[in-house]
């Protein structure tokens, strides 16, 4: 792999309280990402995080729909949405950074799911898969060619947005042992699947600090 240059971006999904340990939708060992994204952050020039954003009575919340349960999935206008406990309210300490997550040096905060009727996993498309949320003509305009992601989940907001960046014409590379999986039924099989066949390589933390 090419040394990493001014082109690149470190790109942080989501590493937010309530996708740690102790938040609305904890995420086993989400916190022990942190340490690592801080040590590989210092070695990008340009860092961009994304922040799920959810108004009240979001489309993705269960106790928006009668009936439904957590981790069920609903047939939404656009698709499958897969329905999750309220989680990452705006404004709220669940949809804060991590407070030990170093964010000085991020040049782009990207807040996504914003819109009460579409859920958004991808930094690039929300769940309808036609909504944009303006990052790629941002990538494009900064001179930005290579992604590397890292963070929550790993099988979700991770892998739409790997797979959208790399549909969008982005070298894209996922920093595996920087990111954790929600781990639904499939979920980590799938998205496995799914990155090798779209072609986007996985590298561990240590051999992009050796680089
Ligand atoms: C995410 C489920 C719901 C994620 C966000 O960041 O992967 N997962 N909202
Ligand atoms: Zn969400």
Request: proline share 4%; glycine share 8%; aromatic share 8%.
């Amino acid at each position: 792999m090419d040394r990493l240059a001014a082109t690149d971006a470190l790109l942080i999904i989501d590493v937010q309280n309530d996708f740690c340990p102790g938040g609305a939708l904890a995420i086993a060992d989400g916190d022990a990402v942190v340490p690592i994204i801080n040590r590989l952050a210092k070695r990008f020039d340009h860092v961009l995080l994304t922040q799920d954003w959810h108004p009240a009575g979001h489309i993705s919340f269960a106790s928006t729909h009668d009936g439904r349960a957590a981790y069920e999935t609903m047939d939404a206008p656009y698709g499958p949405q897969a329905l999750w406990p309220d989680h990452c309210l705006q404004g709220s300490a669940g949809a804060a950074f991590h407070p030990a997550l170093d964010v000085t040096r991020a040049e782009l905060i990207l807040r996504k799911g914003f819109r009460v009727d579409i859920d958004s996993y991808s930094a690039f498309l929300e769940n309808d898969h036609s909504t944009v949320t303006g990052l790629a003509g941002y990538l494009q305009e900064r001179g930005l060619r290579r992604l590397f992601l890292c963070g929550l989940a790993y099988d979700f907001c991770v892998r739409f947005s790997a797979m959208d960046g790399k549909a969008a014409g982005f070298e894209t590379i996922v920093i595996e042992d920087a990111c954790r999986a929600v781990d639904l039924p499939g979920s980590v099989d799938e998205t496995n699947a799914a990155l090798a066949s779209a072609g986007i390589v996985k590298i561990k933390s240590a051999e992009l600090l050796a680089l």
